[in-house]
Every structure is written in C-alpha cells, then in structure tokens.
C-alpha cells in the first residue's frame, strides 16, 4: 500500500509538470493582417505592391524594385474583442479567449552597389511580441478556444531574404523564416521509500529551422506588377520526455510532444496598377489549412515492474496511459483582398481596403472544441512624407499608420451528444489592429 501510494503521489506530481508546461499553436499576426502599416490599410494585398523590406516576408521579389537603403521600425497593436456563449455545460471547462497583444517590428533593405546596382537587393527584418515572452499554449481540445486568433502576436519572426532582377520585366526573390525547435529530457533517479532523490539530470536542445518564401513579380509595363508568392509551411515542434527510474519499482516514462506555432503552405497571387494619383491592388490566397495536425499536445505515462520481476521473468507496464490525437478536420480556404491608395498631395497617402477569410474549421460538433467562423476585415491608413526638420539628410521621413477591423460572424453550433459536458457554443466578436512605423531612405 506505500508503494501504491507513493506512485501516485509521483504520478500527481507528473500531471502537474504537464499542466504548468503547457504548449500549443496559433496563426500568425503577419499571415492574418500583414506585414507594417501598408499592408495591413490595404487589406493585406501587398504582394504585388510592397518594396521596402516588408517585401522581404510579402514578396521577397519585390526587394530589387527599391533604390535607397531603407530602414524603419514601429509597433503593432491587436485588441480582441471576441466572445463565446454557451448553452449547458459543465464549469470544469471553461471558456478560453484570445487576449490582446503588443509587438514590434524592425527591418533593413538594401540595394547592393557596383555592377549589382538594380539588379540584386538583401534584406532582414524581424517582428516580435513586447507584451510578453513568445509561447506555445496547446489547450485541451474540450476547451472552447479560438485558436487562428489566440496568442497572435506572441510569435517571435526573423527572416532575411534576397532578390535578383536576371530581366529588365521580371524579378526573383527568396527569404527564410527562422524559428526554434524545443526538444530535450529530463532524467531522475527515485527512492519514494526514503524520500530521496538520487539524481537528476536536465537537457534542453533548441534547433533552428527555416522555412521557405519565394516569390516572382512580372513588370509587363512601368504602372502594372503582377506578383506570385509561395509561403511555405511553417511550424515549431516540441518533445519533452522525462525518465523517472524508481526505486524498487521500475522505470517511468512522462513525455509531453507537439507542434505549434503552425501556418499553412499559402500560395498568393496578386497584381497592381498605377494610374494617375490612385494605386489599385488585389489579390487571392490559397491556404492549405487541410494539414493542420492536432493542436492538443500527446501526452504518454508508463511506468514498468523492471525491479519487481524476478531472474528470468518478463517486464510489463503496470501502469500507462496515452491520448489519441483528435484530428481537426480542417479544410484549404482561399482568401480574397483587395486595396486602394490614394495621393491627394505628394506628402500625403489615403489607403483603404478589405479582406474575406473563410473559416478553414469545422462545426465543433463533436468532441474537440475548436470554434471560429468566416470573418470580413475592412481596412483604412495613411502615409504622411516629412521633411528632415534637422536638416540631416536629404531624404524625408515617412510615417504609416494602418487601422484595421475584422468581424467575426455568429457562429452556433449544437452537440451532436446531448450529454457533451461542454454543451453548444455560439461564438462572434470583433478584432482591431492598429499599426504605426516610422520609414527613412538613405
């Protein structure tokens, strides 16, 4: 009975380690809004039209069309505004709502010089999360969650990219997205009978892995681009196993794995056309969301009679447990934006724009709670062009700001299981992003 005991006393604490290290996955703000003040006015139909170095996560092409060093930095500012209601359920699963985030973004492009002049251009840029630490939070697919929107900004981006312009009508261009693995053990030596531990040991491996942006833009005339961009998929996974070798027992195994951080193969065609004071723009982007693997984390708990069995007996479990992965069930979307710019007076821009997402989720009608609905984005913006007021360069100052909403449609759902301990759902909201950032050639 002390061993019983004691076991599960080890197998609390275990669950516990599991709980306060928690993991999951989410969209990103980038891939939802997009990248700087422009972008997101314009309703995030900026593959065609970007060149600075937003153009190195955008269309990494459109890098070589710049003619000055171009350096900017500004923040970003997400407030959700979403809700949930539900109809029965139990308490012990508790509704989960995106928070709001802070982040910060800062970037460099450049031209390179000599015979490379127009023709080849380097860029890095990197947007991050000031509100707080970047974080995988993986919930229990019981809890009623919204997981494109959660945890949007705590997505920690460097990419560095490089275009070239091999014909005076088309131009190349190729970036990488750095991100993090996290995998590890942990190792410990037990004896629950004397209350000791013998040894403990810790390793953490963190593995840097890049992934894909290509892009290619067609300038059949000076006022008109046309732009293809391909993001590969992108994801960060993570497995944390700790052995627990018990005294006069045998051996435990806790492990904890996952992905997260996860965005879909996207695959964006856009064009603009410059006429006059008006710069008009659209596009459509295909998202493979139908490879979203399960967001819920796998855990596995077994512990074997190693020490128990006699010379020349067999070693068996005496206790495990596994979670089946739920699958989601997503399906490809295809994303329609479109935007305007308008240039009343050469220092200023009015920019607008909209953008329609299908929800790539299905009803949560059965066990796992994953809830979102189609959402429609309208954007509005400016650019203002300032002169050095110290005089320093010969190059102004640009400031953007860049303002968007996107309403979620009421989305019920019924459980097909009168009994479901969390009861229908009903979800719907609001999201606003509010961008600034400040831009300067040299």
Do not use: C
Request: aromatic fraction near 8%; charged fraction near 15%; proline fraction near 8%.
């Amino acid at each position: 009975m002390t061993r019983l005991r004691v076991l599960w006393v080890v197998v609390a604490l275990l669950t516990l380690r599991a709980v306060l290290v928690a993991t999951s996955a989410h969209a990103s703000s980038l891939e939802l809004y997009g990248f700087g003040p422009r972008a997101i006015a314009m309703g995030n139909a900026s593959e065609a039209i970007s060149d600075d170095y937003y153009a190195v996560y955008e269309n990494p092409a459109n890098l070589v069309l710049a003619k000055h060093i171009h350096f900017g930095f500004g923040t970003d500012l997400i407030l959700n505004r979403f809700g949930i209601d539900r109809t029965g359920g139990q308490p012990e699963w508790p509704s989960r709502l995106p928070q709001d985030n802070y982040l910060m973004h800062m970037g460099v492009s450049t031209p390179l010089p000599g015979w490379l002049q127009d023709r080849a251009a380097l860029a890095v840029a990197f947007h991050l999360p000031i509100s707080g630490p970047t974080r995988l939070d993986s919930l229990d697919y019981r809890i009623p969650q919204l997981p494109v929107y959660d945890t949007l900004g705590d997505r920690l981006a460097l990419v560095f990219g490089v275009s070239v312009r091999p014909l005076p009508w088309m131009t190349l261009g190729a970036s990488g997205q750095v991100l993090t693995a996290l995998s590890g053990r942990s190792d410990i030596a037990l004896s629950p009978l004397d209350h000791r531990v013998d040894s403990k040991s810790l390793q953490v491996n963190l593995s840097t892995e890049v992934f894909p942006i290509l892009g290619v833009t067609v300038l059949p005339r000076d006022d008109v681009r046309l732009a293809l961009v391909w993001r590969g998929k992108s994801e960060v996974r993570y497995a944390l196993p700790l052995n627990v070798n018990v005294e006069q027992v045998g051996m435990m195994t806790f492990a904890v794995a996952g992905v997260g951080l996860w965005l879909p193969d996207t695959l964006a065609a856009a064009g603009s056309w410059q006429t006059g004071k008006w710069l008009w723009t659209g596009g459509l982007a295909w998202q493979r969301w139908s490879e979203l693997p399960p967001l819920a984390p796998t855990v596995t708990l077994s512990l074997d009679n190693a020490q128990l069995v006699q010379p020349g007996g067999t070693k068996a479990d005496i206790l495990y447990a596994h979670n089946q992965p739920v699958p989601m069930g997503a399906q490809d979307i295809v994303v329609p934006r479109a935007g305007v710019e308008w240039r009343p007076h050469p220092q200023l821009a009015l920019r607008t724009g909209v953008q329609y997402r299908p929800t790539p989720l299905p009803k949560a009608d059965g066990v796992a709670n994953y809830l979102d609905s189609p959402a429609t984005t309208a954007t509005f913006g400016a650019g203002i062009t300032l002169d050095d007021p110290l005089s320093l360069t010969r190059k102004p100052l640009q400031v953007d700001v860049g303002l968007g909403w996107t309403s979620l449609m009421r989305r019920t759902v019924l459980k097909a299981d009168p009994f479901d301990p969390v009861g229908g759902t009903s979800v719907y909201g609001d999201s606003w992003h509010l961008a600034v950032a400040l831009h300067h050639d040299f």
